[in-house]
């Protein structure tokens, strides 16, 4: 069974930082590329970042260019997303999803983060 379970929400202050984790089992992690999506209060779903299986490559949304870092650990089946500069916009449920031909097929029930003073 596929499971995905994202970490490391919480409150900070603008221009703080966070880092989340999201745990991957029930599938063979490194051959996935693997991604985060957020979804901020009363809006949709919005792509944040996205990373290839080696963790070569890596892909972000223009908010979160220059201030997000994705990245990847194989051996430890483990997803992460380093936020600093942290707006009040970022303010948003943060879901890691995997991806399969193209689609996110399996996601993570979210991690909450809120960027306030």
């Known amino acids: 069974q596929v499971q995905l379970v994202e970490s490391g929400g919480g409150l900070v202050q603008p221009g703080g930082s966070l880092r989340l984790s999201c745990a991957a089992s029930?599938?063979?992690?490194?051959?996935?590329?693997m991604y985060w999506v957020r979804q901020a209060p009363g809006k949709g779903l919005e792509w944040v970042s996205g990373?290839?299986?080696?963790?070569?490559?890596?892909y972000y949304a223009a908010s979160a260019s220059g201030r997000f870092s994705i990245s990847r650990d194989n051996a430890k089946n483990t997803l992460y997303l380093q936020m600093n500069s942290l707006k009040p916009e970022d303010t948003a449920r943060y879901f890691c999803?995997?991806?399969?031909?193209?689609?996110?097929?399996?996601w993570g029930q979210g991690t909450l983060i809120t960027v306030s003073s």
């Open positions: 990373i290839d299986r080696g963790g070569d490559s890596t």
């Open positions: 029930g599938f063979t992690f490194m051959s996935n590329w």
């Open positions: 999803a995997r991806g399969l031909d193209g689609a996110l097929d399996a």
